[in-house]
């Protein structure tokens, strides 16, 4: 079913998942603010991800670095000078757009990463792409425009106090690969993964929370031996996939993989593998996976003066590791969750939203509902016993009638509604329904236990 992106937002936003940044003040442009229930989402995808690439997988281990660093790191990693996007004003509107962007919304299958800005200028002159607003083709050169934010650090406001803040997680890793490759003992090869704010003065945040200018990013740099046989790459691309298919549970029909052309690569890249996304608006990047050689740490090796090669204790031969990187941004993930769990179904009795969110993610397993005051008490000791002594995250809601109550855990997408109700006095039994069948089944309150964790594990 193809969604409409009005509807998902206003259902996002009516049950507390996502609200406008800064609402009472009348928002900030592309500024999102995650509510309870997002809140909660949110930290389980980033627990799914912890979990999957750093405490289960034998090679890896993670970090938690500063946001500011030092702005030679910026200078190493390149971006200071080069991290920009080809701006153009229309003359006519004085709207503001993304070259590169205006061309690929218009031609869906073009891509066109690697083209100069004569190219894009060109292209966008011979083909007479209009502008969005305004519809006229009137167009100023393309400008470099610089997408870190800048900031000063201190009292004195001049350009030794200039910092920036980090538009990627990834360099703080690569700043830091030394010292938690030397306290960990670590030999190659291995990978340090972190989950962070990012920012980017994007040009043109939008679609939702698909391009914001802050936005969080789950990046792991893996670094292997050059002289390694091992296909890295296939690797992680494959662990990636895993990760989709089986823990957040993306279908594959949803998403396709595009390998980045000899142009479009960036200059440090051997090899770069970017996972898109469907999304109602279009096609969109999700994770990149990309070989970056030995670029990095040569950089902070050179700028630094500190010696990074790594002492291969097999060959005694002394190197730089080399690194793929596999990049996500948190937001995007989520969204890409949203555009696939939500569903809006026809019923007998009318219909009903549906956010048929994987088990894991769920910010609630399982909402308790007693059937009328009576049953509080009792449902309240249900209640304690699956929160508190089983850890299972869940909801109690004793107001409105059985029937919406449903519908909402329907509509915030927890997975099992158990039912206290005049029978479970006397047969000691509660009612689960499936969120996803609306099935219900009668199960006796201490056969609860194993039927829990074998429904969610
Ligand atoms: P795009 O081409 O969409 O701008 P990118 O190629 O610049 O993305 P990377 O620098 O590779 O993106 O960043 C890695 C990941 O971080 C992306 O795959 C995406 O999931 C996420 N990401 C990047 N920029 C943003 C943003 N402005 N808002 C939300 N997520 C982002």
Known sequence: MKIEMEKLIAHLKSMGFVFQ??????????????????????????????????????????????????SKVWQASGHVGNFNDPLLDCKNCKSRWRADKLIE???????????????LEDFIKEKQIKCPKCEKCDFTNIRKFELMFKTNQGVVEDASSIVYLRPE???????????????????????????????????????????????????????????????WFEYWLNQVQEFLDNIVKISKENYILREHDKEELAHYSSRTVDIEF?????????????????????????VSGED?????????????????????????????????????????????????????LAPYK????????????????????????????????EKGNIGKRYRRQDAIGTPYCITIDFDTQNDNC????????????????????????????
């Open 430 to 457: 509660v009612t689960i329904r499936n969120r996803d069948t609306m099935e219900q089944e009668r199960i006796s309150i201490p056969d609860l236990n194993s039927y829990l964790k074998n429904k969610l594990s």
């Open 21 to 70: 940044g800064s609402e009472i003040y009348g928002g900030l442009a592309n500024s999102w603010d995650y509510g309870p229930l997002g809140a909660e989402l949110k930290n389980n995808l980033k627990q799914a991800w912890w979990d999957f690439f750093i405490k289960k997988n034998p090679y890896n281990i993670g970090l938690d670095t500063s946001i500011i660093m030092n």
């Open 308 to 360: 990074l090669t790594y002492l291969d204790p097999n060959t005694n031969e002394k190197y730089l590791a080399h690194v793929i990187e596999p990049s996500v941004g948190v937001e995007r993930l989520l969204l890409a969750i949203f555009c696939q769990s939500y569903k809006e179904e026809k019923l007998d009795n009318g219909e009903r939203i549906v956010m048929q969110l994987p088990v894991n």
């Open 366 to 397: 399982i909402a308790i509902l007693p059937l009328q005051k009576q049953q509080i008490d009792k449902s309240l000791e249900v209640y304690e016993h699956i929160n508190k002594n089983l850890n299972i995250a869940c909801t109690f809601d």
């Open 278 to 302: 469907k999304f109602p608006f279009g096609i969109g990047e999700l994770w990149g996976i990309a070989n970056r050689g030995n670029f990095d740490l040569s950089q902070h090796q050179k």
């Open 169 to 231: 997680t990834a360099q703080g890793i690569f700043v830091q690969y030394k010292n938690a490759q030397r306290t960990l003992r670590k030999q190659l090869p291995f990978g340090i993964g972190q989950i962070g704010k990012s920012f980017r003065n994007e040009i043109t945040p939008g679609n939702f929370i698909f391009r914001t200018r802050e936005f969080e990013q789950m990046e792991l740099e893996f670094f292997f031996s050059p002289n390694d046989s091992k296909d």
């Open 105 to 119: 919304e218009k031609f869906l299958d073009l891509n066109v990463g690697g083209w100069s800005d004569t190219q």
